[in-house]
């Protein structure tokens, strides 16, 4: 980290804080400046014995005790959390306070935690747990330099980030980078399933689908070809991939993941109003 650790809490201890926290430690940030907070004791128990960070049941305790708030529960809850720790936290408005909620615009979070907030909404994936988080980000405008650069700081520990222009594009953001894990995992599986169908069993399919994943990712990464290139390189004329690919063109892919990325920021959209 380029920028001075802060105290950071984290509201809510499920999948995606998980991933963060588990990523940010390992990425060297001080397990003693992190601070997380859940109802059912289960995931503070493993976190408190895996990371050493510090854990309570009590929105408030972790609240208090932190410069950087992340609200990290699902968006349904989010405005009975908010409503509490605005009863219950001196000075929100002193805290930089971020969101990681998918859809709930930084508007509705004045609504619930005061005017005089200011916020990050952040927009992680899962695969931050091993380093390779994608997060985007957007700021509104009383959060200063020093915080944009502390906040980049810690994702980029976890992986990469993208500052958006606005909400709009991190709705678009999260249907396609937070969500994408799962309709890559969905498509590893359809290949994993693919080659059980054929006779490898479950592991040595898996084990050749995920390094086969890992490659072409490296590789997109590594390359300044476009994708539709690196495609081609793979597609000999008169070949197998060929074959393959032809399936994948009949079934129009790009208006599958069209459709996939429409529906999933329509449902961003939809938690705006509802949240
Ligand atoms: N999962 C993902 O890939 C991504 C998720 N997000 C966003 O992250 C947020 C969290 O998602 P995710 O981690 O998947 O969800 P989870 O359901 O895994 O985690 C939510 C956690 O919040 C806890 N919780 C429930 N009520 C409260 C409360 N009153 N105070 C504090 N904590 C509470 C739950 O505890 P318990 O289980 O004990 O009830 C649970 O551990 C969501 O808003 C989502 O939109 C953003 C990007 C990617
Ligand atoms: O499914 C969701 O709503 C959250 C946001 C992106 C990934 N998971």
């Given at each position: 980290m380029t920028t001075s650790p802060r105290k950071i809490a984290f509201i809510g201890a499920g999948n995606m804080t998980q991933s963060i926290v588990g990523g940010m430690?390992?990425?060297?940030?001080?397990?003693d400046h992190i601070y997380v907070s859940n109802p059912s004791p289960e995931k503070l128990d493993k976190l408190k014995t895996t990371l050493q960070v510090h854990t309570s049941q009590d929105n408030q305790v972790v609240a208090e005790a932190a410069d950087v708030i992340v609200l990290s529960v699902k968006p349904q809850l989010m405005a009975d959390v908010c409503a509490t720790l605005k009863q219950q936290?001196?000075?929100?408005?002193?805290?930089?306070?971020?969101?990681i909620a998918?859809?709930?615009?930084?508007?509705?979070?004045?609504?619930?935690l005061g005017e005089n907030i200011r916020m990050i909404r952040v927009m992680p994936n899962t695969p931050s747990l091993v380093g390779k988080g994608m997060s985007g980000l957007v700021a509104d405008d009383r959060v200063s330099e020093a915080d944009k650069a502390f906040i980049t700081d810690a994702f980029d520990g976890v992986g990469a980030t993208l500052w958006v222009a606005d909400e709009d594009e991190l709705d678009i953001l999260g249907a396609v980078a937070g969500s994408g894990p799962a309709y890559f995992f969905e498509f590893m599986a359809s290949l994993q399933k693919a080659a059980t169908a054929l006779g490898f069993d479950r592991d040595k399919a898996r084990q050749m689908v995920q390094q086969t994943a890992l490659g072409a990712a490296?590789?997109?990464?590594?390359?300044?070809?476009?994708l539709e290139e690196l495609r081609k390189q793979v597609t000999s004329k008169g070949g197998s991939t060929a074959k393959g690919i032809e399936v994948y063109q009949a079934a129009d892919i790009d208006d599958i993941s069209g459709q996939a990325v429409k529906a999933a920021v329509q449902r961003n959209q939809e938690m705006a109003k509802l949240f």
């Open positions: 430690v390992k990425s060297g940030y001080p397990s936290v001196a000075n929100l408005d002193k805290k930089l306070i971020v969101t998918a859809g709930i615009r930084i508007e509705k979070y004045r609504q619930y490296e590789m997109a990464i590594a390359s300044k070809l476009e």
